[in-house]
């Protein structure tokens, strides 16, 4: 399935499970690789960049928003896994639908189980996923969106 189709298909999924707020994907990663990541989501014509610039520290906050034909918009956040600002982290995760972990973090793990947001690995939905590919963040984001 192409970038194009699964980007389709994580529009449709995200009519369906969430017709009347935001579907939201929490990326936990580290912050150099959602620097990569979001290079590959803008990259995507699907994309756009979020209303609020990002933050000079690594702080959670929203790297790409696809907007949706009608109603709510998915839009991925980004978690950077820097253990001086996890205290932050549930303010991101409650917002999430699904989180997906690139990278380990036991921090991350209790951040997730405090507010009971789904954590899954990248490595378990989309094991050849690279951040820099996009067909491979469409792939990460369709199976997430279907998890959600």
Known sequence: MSSWERLRA??????????TGRLSIAVCATPPRLATLTRALLRMGSFR??????????????????????????????VPLDGRFSPMWPLALSRASIAVRLDPSAALDDACAVVGAPLVDAATIAPSFTEDDEDEVAALLHAAAERA
């Open 10 to 19: 994580v529009r449709t999924g995200s009519r369906a499970k969430s017709p």
């Open 49 to 78: 960049p979020p209303p609020e610039a990002a933050p000079k520290l690594p702080l959670p906050h929203v790297l790409a928003v696809m907007p949706l034909d009608e109603g709510p918009d998915l839009e991925v956040i980004g």
